[in-house]
Every structure is written in C-alpha cells, then in structure tokens.
C-alpha cells in the first residue's frame, strides 16, 4: 500500500474523524490569521494520543511541528508541509495549595481564573498574554515585569524518542524568549507553578489593571502576533521604528500599528507576504538610520 494512505489510515486509528483536518489553511489558528494549508492539522485529547502522533510521524518519516493558540506563529502562504499538531485539547488545570498544574493546551487566561478562584498571586502577568501554557514555557513568555521562569518550578517534556521527563526550573534555561524546549524540540506536556497565596480584591485589582492597560496601549481590536520583533539590547523597537518614521507604514494589509508601533498588525486581508515585506523594510530602516538589528520575536514557518 502507498506510504501515504498507509499513514492516513494509521492516523484514522488514533484519532477520532474530527480531530483530523487535512490542508487545513492556518490562517484559521493563527492569531495574525495569515498562512496557507498545513496537509494535516491535527488536535490530539490525550496524552498517549499525542505520544502514537509523535511515534507514528517518526516512523513514517512524516515532519511535525507543535502548535498552541497560534499567538505567535506567522505561518507563510504556501503552508505547512506534513503534520502541525495542535495542543489545545489538552487542558485540564488543578490546584494543591500554592502549586498549580496546567497542561500544555490551557489558555494562560483559564490558568488566571483558577489563580483567582484559589486567592493565588504571581500569575497576574501572564493574564492578558493569548497564549496557551505550553507556548509560553517555550517563549518564556513575560510582560510587566513578570515571566515565566519566575513561577515556573519545573515543566513534564515529551522529547521526539518518546521519552517523558520533568525539567526543573533551572534546567529548561529560560531566557528572553528562550528556552530548552525550543533549543531541543522538546514538546510541554505540563508546567508546574509555584505561586503565594494572596488576597482576592489585589489580584483581581492587577488583573484588571494590566488588561486595561493591554487595551490603551495595544492594537487589540486587530489582528497580529503581538510584539513583532525582540527588544534589541539598550533599545525599544516600538521607539526605532516610530524613530524612523514608519507608524502607519503599510505593504498591502499589513500595517505597522498607529497605536503601537512595535506591532504590525493585519487589518483584513493581508498575505504573509505582505507582512515579511513590512518586516524587511522595517529591519532595514532601522538598520541604516540607527545601526541596529531587529530580530523577530514572532517565529515564522511554513513554505513560500
Ligand atoms: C495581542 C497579543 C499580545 C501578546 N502579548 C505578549 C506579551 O505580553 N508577552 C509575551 O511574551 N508574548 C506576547 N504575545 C505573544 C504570544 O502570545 C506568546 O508568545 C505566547 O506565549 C505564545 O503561546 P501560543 O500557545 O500561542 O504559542 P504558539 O504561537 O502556538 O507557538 C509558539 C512557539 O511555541 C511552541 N509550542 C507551543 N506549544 C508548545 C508545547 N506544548 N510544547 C512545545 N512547544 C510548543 C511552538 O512550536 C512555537 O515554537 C502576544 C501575542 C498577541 C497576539
């Protein structure tokens, strides 16, 4: 039988019918809603689906790419060659006194509530982030002063032989948008946090402020990956870019934000191509005027 309905078929086995999309466009899990077809898109509800996923892909030589909320991926128009996997089935949250456990597909808004529910601060920050827990262990993400290695105690990791492993805190080496689970492909089944106990009015008074400020000062009523690019050392790139004249620079549909020129932002129709051409003349503009780099912080994938 042919390689590929061999492995169609196999997949049938493991997953139930609607969680198998095939050329799925990714614009529909992407955040920035640009990206062409991925030939599978699939969303396993378990564990030990996800891990059959894995060992099945390896076997067949088939590539996989893991996905969350999609908050940070911009996927290029051409889509995704062999399988992206989608965690965000895989969200169940529980809470032991001041530690919380939340699998990899929880949005950090769901694991928020529960800190709220359970008078637990230290989460606070994460509140207004629209990732999913898994994609913020692997970005380390982090905004008003706050990340996740400082709440992180350690991490449950699927790695590609099929090896489960609990990373401590130390050893998933979380930097600025860096982390292990990048570094070597490991895939977060679980984060484990360690929070205080607090009181109810001050974390829900933080929460509320910090998604206030989100809304002022964010282009939240469009669609984007947040922050584009990476703060380059002893630098902001919002202030580079409006330094360089560029807010309401546009290519297309994409458009470097009026309200926050570090985001660029889609407003309708916008191709992933139209949104590297911004990129690049961004980069360059910044480059020539100021003699500094800009790295994207939004991870792109996918083929031309
Ligand atoms: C409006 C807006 C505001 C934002 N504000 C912030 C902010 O304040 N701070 C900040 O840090 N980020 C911010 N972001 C970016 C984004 O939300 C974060 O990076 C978030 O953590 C990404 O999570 P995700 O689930 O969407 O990951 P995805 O975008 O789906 O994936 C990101 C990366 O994580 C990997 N990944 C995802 N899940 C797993 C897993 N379980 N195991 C292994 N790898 C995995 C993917 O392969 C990919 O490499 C913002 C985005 C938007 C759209």
Redesign the pocket.
């Known amino acids: 039988m042919n390689q590929k309905i061999e492995f169609g078929l196999k997949l049938q086995k493991l997953l139930n019918i609607e969680n198998i999309k095939i050329d799925e466009p990714m614009k529909k899990?992407?955040?920035?809603k640009v990206g062409g077809p991925a030939d599978y898109l699939l969303t396993p509800e378990s564990f030990d689906q996800l891990k059959g996923l894995i060992s099945l892909c390896n076997s067949y030589s088939v590539p996989y790419?893991?996905?969350?909320?999609?908050?940070?991926?911009l996927v290029r128009d051409g889509g995704i060659r062999g399988v992206v996997i989608?965690?965000?089935k895989?969200n169940k949250v529980s809470v032991n006194g001041e530690y919380i456990k939340a699998e990899?597909?929880a949005?950090?808004n769901s694991v928020a509530k529960e800190t709220l529910k359970y008078n637990l601060t230290g989460f606070e920050?994460?509140s207004?982030?629209?990732?999913?827990?898994?994609?913020?262990?692997?970005?380390?993400?982090?905004?008003?002063n706050g990340?996740?290695s400082h709440i992180i105690e350690s991490a449950l990791?699927?790695d590609k032989d099929g090896n489960i492993n609990t990373i401590s805190n130390k050893d998933l080496e979380l930097s600025y948008?860096m982390s292990a689970?990048?570094k070597y492909?490991?895939?977060?089944?679980e984060a484990l946090f360690k929070l205080t106990k607090g009181e109810k009015y001050k974390i829900k008074g933080r929460i509320d402020e910090l998604t206030h400020l989100?809304k002022e000062k964010?282009?939240?009523e469009y669609?984007?990956?947040?922050?584009t690019f990476k703060r380059p050392v002893g630098h902001f790139a919002a202030k580079l870019i409006d330094d360089c004249n560029l807010r309401g620079e546009s290519v297309g549909d994409a458009e470097v934000s009026t309200k926050h020129t570090g985001?660029i932002i889609n407003k309708g129709g916008a191709s992933a191509k139209d949104i590297l051409k911004l990129i690049s003349i961004v980069q360059k503009s910044v480059k020539d005027k100021f003699d500094v780099d800009l790295y994207t912080?939004?991870?792109i994938?996918g083929e031309d």
Not at 185 to 189: C, R
């Open positions: 899990h992407t955040s920035f790419y893991i996905i969350g909320n999609g908050t940070n991926l989608k965690l965000t895989l990899c597909g949005s950090l920050f994460a207004g982030i629209p990732g999913s827990v898994g994609g913020a262990v692997t970005m380390n993400a982090g905004a008003y990340e996740m990791v699927l948008r689970i990048l492909n490991y895939i977060v089944l989100r964010q282009p939240l669609a984007s990956a947040g922050s985001f912080e939004v991870l994938i």
